[in-house]
T-cell receptor, first 115, second 114 residues
Framework: DARVTQTPRHKVTEMGQEVTMRCQPI?????VFWYRQTMMQGLELLAY????????DSGMPKDRFSAEMPDATLATLKIQPSEPRDSAVYFC?????????????FGEGSRLTVL | QKEVEQNSGPLSVPEGAIASLNCTYS??????FFWYRQYSGKSPELIMS????GDKEDGRFTAQLNKASQYVSLLIRDSQPSDSATYLC??????????????FGAGTQVVVTP
């Protein structure tokens, strides 16, 4: 059963600490997305990669967020330093361009609480 | 203003009735449209996609697209309690290399009452 795997599922941290979220996309998917979901803003695209190359990270606060894809099986989203306003659910999603138009498969999300 | 607008609801629907959800988008260049369902505390999952003007049916779901009016809708027939969820409308396209880069609406919460 292919699925997107995200860790950690829950994270509580204090303001100023570094947070790293990890994502394993579905094998064979060449496009990986990081979304953030809050009650106020809904689902917002933070960054995405195609064939491991970053295509767009304009949705991320550049001074504190960074996204990387060191290999085809791992995408990371790092926040340093974290702030209370970063509290949200962070979703990773993957898809296969040319196979399933627009169908993104979402992971279960990482719920981040910054105190 | 968000590029994709939806009524937040909640939309209360009696069991067995038709639920009608609406969505408008601002980018005339958008080419593809999607409805995702999200249960509380869960991740979004795709239920319908539509690319051409008109209707598209899949089981109890019908998506409708009118590009001239920049309007997308979703009908859920014979609504069941298991349809209670938030429904997210999303658009894609309008620029180079936009595959998969979705703009989501805020979602409409649907509550199906027995």
């Amino acid at each position: 059963d292919a699925r997107v795997t995200q860790t950690p599922r829950h994270k509580v941290t204090e303001m100023g600490q570094e947070v790293t979220m990890r994502c394993q996309p579905i094998l064979g998917h060449n496009t990986v997305f990081w979304y953030r979901q809050t009650m106020m803003q809904g689902l917002e695209l933070l960054a995405y990669f195609r064939n491991r190359a970053p295509l767009d990270d304009s949705g991320m606060p550049k001074d504190r967020f960074s996204a990387e894809m060191p290999d085809a099986t791992l995408a990371t989203l790092k926040i340093q330093p974290s702030e209370p306003r970063d509290s949200a659910v962070y979703f990773c999603a993957s898809g296969a361009q040319g196979v399933d138009t627009g169908e993104l498969f979402f992971g279960e999300g990482s719920r981040l609480t910054v105190l | 203003q968000k590029e994709v607008e939806q009524n937040s609801g909640p939309l209360s629907v009696p069991e067995g009735a038709i639920a009608s959800l609406n969505c408008t988008y601002s980018d005339r260049g958008s080419q593809s449209f999607f409805w995702y369902r999200q249960y509380s505390g869960k991740s979004p999952e795709l239920i319908m996609s539509i690319y051409s003007n008109g209707d598209k049916e899949d089981g109890r779901f019908t998506a409708q697209l009118n590009k001239a009016s920049q309007y997308v809708s979703l009908l859920i027939r014979d609504s069941q309690p298991s349809d209670s969820a938030t429904y997210l409308c999303a658009s894609e396209g309008g620029f180079t290399d936009s595959w998969g880069k979705l703009q989501f609406g805020a979602g409409t919460q649907v509550v199906v009452t027995p």
